[in-house]
């Protein structure tokens, strides 16, 4: 389909999400709540509410990850805008582009930037963090995309100047990819840069059990609420009756994988009706849902992931407890 398009003095935001967008939550949901093992794609937490949730996860005293991706941030953008010469930058996942502003002010100062690209599923916030930014950088032009970067990343817009781009995935967001899709995605991000162009990954690194379900199971249940709302969504979405109080949150780690699994588990047995899909899906006591898999990585798994979709690791940034990782990568030489 073609996007949908503002254009505006210094923003231009493209929609791939608007009226006639195929509906792949009600195909996610179709497909994830018939398995054996039932499963909820984590792309669909992200409502208004959920974004609020997440953004108050993020200062959690357990959820460490935030914090410590900016912490590198900080530390480091001036020697990754020096190193990648970088005069675009394009945000998969922006949400209100908080840590962000960390690498455009680096741009800045080096006299580099030119012009923003948020990619996100959340239109409001799109328009939100465009408006704001043009405001903060004079002369900054935000070229926004509103999609589902697993289905739209041919929508990203082709560059302005002939200046190196530098595409940023944060967050540790790739985690949540099993590791063949994993490649898969990192593959097509690789399809997006030229010969001088890089890939700025965050990747939350292995660490004690106990510290990675903590990130996931807060005392205060805020991620707890930040799961179940996901039923919210579907519920007023799908015209779904999921009884929130039915079902209890979950994290555990699976130490084979070396991931943190978020799930929802049925309190006691009952039969969820879906009627945009014409659907009646039973749980029995105990049954649980997946929600999410937040994947842990070493430099060497990043390396092996990254080789597999043609980039090569150019600079490893971590903090001083190995908590976290930034890579920076760029298409492999030959």
Known sequence: M???TEIAPAIQIDSYLGAGAPRTLADDVLDGLTRPFKELAPKHFYDPRGCQLFDAICELPEYYPTRTERAILSAEADAIVEQTAAAELIELGSGSATKTRVLLDAMERADRLRRYVPFDVSEPVVRATARALVDEYPGLGVHGVVGDFERHLGGIPASVTDEPRLVAFLGGTIGNFPPGARRGFLRRIGGLLGPDDHLLLGTD??????????AYDDAAGVTAEFNRNLL?????EL???FDLACFAHVALYDARQEW???RLRARWGCTVRIGALGLQVPFAPGEEVRT???AK????RVERDLA???LELRAWLTDPEDLFALSLAAPATR
């Open 2 to 4: 073609q996007p949908l």
């Open 232 to 236: 919210n969504v579907l519920n007023r």
């Open 292 to 294: 999410e898999i937040s």
């Open 297 to 300: 990585f070493t430099r060497e």
């Open 260 to 262: 943190v699994e978020m």
């Open 239 to 241: 015209d779904a009756d």
């Open 308 to 310: 597999a979709a043609g």
């Open 205 to 214: 690194l292995v660490k004690a059990p106990g510290r990675l379900v903590a």
